[in-house]
């Protein structure tokens, strides 16, 4: 019988490991500066025409195609020491079964994801400051970039990530912002289940080698793969599908449908769990290095 405590024993045990881990403190600071980086120069327009701006820019963090292997990066570095063994293991294993443990490691990815996603988000917002304002809609400033590229060349701004027309006349700023979130979370779950489910079927490093290989092909699919195999690519790149870019919102068929890329990313995350969780508990425990 599956125990729920002890499971979410087990994940809050990862998370409170987090203070203690430099990694986890690296990783922040790569993300506020990046995001430092992408957005920054959206309120320096804001402030150039004295007109806040709304914060509702995640949407766009994922529409430059040099981001989806700095994204693939930076999560892979999340949950590089999967399945997250360390000398404190063997005593959590004689209170708890092998599958509670394996499960509890696997719900602390899919937090732990949800937190690498939100405080993406969150800081995304705070590099607008102090020139952001909360408002229901995207908000002039957002719209004239959108739909008004000549305006940057006018205060000499360069902007770093696409600001595109379509989301903005497609979605409201808050289906867009669920949307964008949901992706972003879900792909990220889907690399770290990748990562936990390959170093504990196969061993150590072979899941930090199959997130790299998905890492690169988001990249290759968006230049060479696009022109050598059309965009049939991808159908098999799931970081792609964390932009709204990338996803076939007007029913074309040109690109992945947001019902495939949830319907791939849900089956692929579940099957890898299964498979992680039974080959776990059939293997003798090997505990190796602790985290850091």
């Given at each position: 019988?599956?125990?729920?405590?002890?499971?979410?024993?087990?994940?809050?045990?990862?998370?409170?490991?987090?203070?203690?881990?430099?990694?986890?403190?690296?990783?922040?600071i790569v993300v506020f500066?990046?995001?430092?980086?992408?957005?920054?120069?959206?309120?320096?327009?804001?402030?150039?025409?004295?007109?806040?701006?709304?914060?509702?820019?995640?949407?766009?963090?994922?529409?430059?195609?040099?981001?989806?292997?700095?994204?693939?990066c930076l999560t892979t570095?999340?949950?590089?020491?999967?399945?997250?063994?360390?000398?404190?293991?063997?005593?959590?294993?004689?209170?708890?079964?092998?599958?509670?443990?394996?499960?509890?490691?696997?719900?602390?990815?899919?937090?732990?994801?949800?937190?690498?996603?939100?405080?993406?988000?969150?800081?995304?917002?705070?590099?607008?400051?102090?020139?952001?304002?909360?408002?229901?809609?995207?908000?002039?400033?957002?719209?004239?970039?959108?739909?008004?590229?000549?305006?940057?060349?006018?205060?000499?701004?360069?902007?770093?990530?696409?600001?595109?027309?379509?989301?903005?006349?497609?979605?409201?700023?808050?289906?867009?912002?669920?949307?964008?979130?949901?992706?972003?979370?879900?792909?990220?779950?889907?690399?770290?289940?990748?990562?936990?489910?390959?170093?504990?079927?196969?061993?150590?490093?072979?899941?930090?080698?199959?997130?790299?290989?998905?890492?690169?092909?988001?990249?290759?699919?968006?230049?060479?793969?696009?022109?050598?195999?059309?965009?049939?690519?991808?159908?098999?790149?799931?970081?792609?599908?964390?932009?709204?870019?990338?996803?076939?919102?007007?029913?074309?068929?040109?690109?992945?449908?947001?019902?495939?890329?949830?319907?791939?990313?849900?089956?692929?995350?579940?099957?890898?769990?299964?498979?992680?969780?039974?080959?776990?508990?059939?293997?003798?425990?090997?505990?190796?290095?602790?985290?850091?």
């Amino acid at each position: 019988m599956i125990e729920v405590k002890t499971i979410w024993l087990c994940a809050q045990l990862n998370f409170k490991k987090w203070i203690v881990t430099p990694r986890i403190y690296s990783l922040a600071i790569v993300v506020f500066a990046f995001s430092l980086w992408m957005f920054s120069w959206i309120s320096d327009y804001a402030a150039a025409v004295n007109t806040s701006v709304s914060p509702w820019v995640f949407p766009y963090l994922m529409s430059v195609p040099v981001l989806f292997p700095i994204f693939g990066c930076l999560t892979t570095l999340l949950f590089c020491d999967a399945p997250f063994m360390d000398s404190h293991t063997p005593y959590l294993m004689i209170r708890m079964s092998k599958r509670d443990w394996a499960i509890g490691q696997l719900l602390y990815i899919v937090l732990a994801a949800f937190v690498y996603t939100a405080f993406f988000m969150v800081m995304s917002m705070l590099v607008l400051i102090p020139h952001v304002q909360f408002s229901s809609d995207w908000g002039a400033v957002l719209k004239t970039i959108a739909f008004n590229r000549n305006s940057l060349n006018k205060y000499g701004i360069t902007p770093f990530v696409e600001i595109g027309a379509p989301v903005i006349t497609l979605f409201s700023a808050s289906s867009a912002m669920l949307i964008s979130f949901g992706m972003f979370w879900l792909v990220s779950i889907f690399i770290g289940v990748l990562i936990f489910c390959f170093q504990v079927v196969i061993g150590r490093l072979s899941g930090l080698i199959a997130a790299g290989i998905f890492t690169f092909i988001s990249y290759f699919s968006v230049y060479v793969g696009k022109m050598a195999y059309g965009r049939i690519i991808y159908y098999v790149s799931p970081l792609n599908w964390s932009s709204m870019f990338y996803l076939d919102w007007g029913g074309t068929g040109q690109l992945p449908s947001p019902v495939y890329a949830v319907s791939v990313l849900v089956i692929a995350i579940l099957f890898m769990s299964v498979v992680s969780v039974i080959v776990f508990c059939r293997r003798d425990m090997n505990i190796q290095e602790g985290r850091s």
